[in-house]
């Protein structure tokens, strides 16, 4: 064989076999970093889910004790008044509940305890301010 013509067959299975060794590594290489980069994108959507969740039950919390002491206020200026809002204080109550619920749905297991137990407390405070 003419050195010149095993000089450029060679050269033509040197760029083969590099591309045909480069396209699977490249492709395992990209897929890893696919991979990795959708569970860094799932767990900070998690970890905002979580933080909107926690959020809405302070949230709730602060409207319910903020409905508990203006229905208080207004007991002590007028009875109909005060048992109105107390009424709607007690509604509000319920979106503390709702609020826990989204919490033991989304959030890991070691706050759907904290969750209920707060929930409990400020039912416990409701009840014996209504009483």
């Known amino acids: 064989m003419d050195p010149g013509l095993a000089a450029v067959f060679g050269a033509a299975m040197g760029v083969i076999g590099s591309a045909l060794g480069g396209v699977p590594l490249t492709w395992a290489a ?12 799932h767990l900070r959507w998690k970890g905002e889910l979580r933080r909107e969740t926690y959020l809405g039950l302070l949230n709730s919390v602060r409207a319910a004790r903020g409905a508990l002491a203006a229905s208080l206020d207004e007991m002590n200026v ?7 809002s107390m009424a709607e204080a007690w509604r509000v109550l319920a979106s503390v509940e709702s609020a826990a619920a989204a919490v033991q749905l989304e959030g890991p297991a070691e706050m759907a305890a904290p969750a209920n137990d707060l929930t409990e407390a400020l039912f ?8």
């Open 78 to 84: 007028s009875h109909e008044d005060g048992q109105r």
């Open 30 to 41: 990209s897929r890893t970093q696919m991979r990795t980069q959708l569970q860094a994108d």
């Open 124 to 131: 416990s405070v409701f009840k014996a301010a209504y009483t």
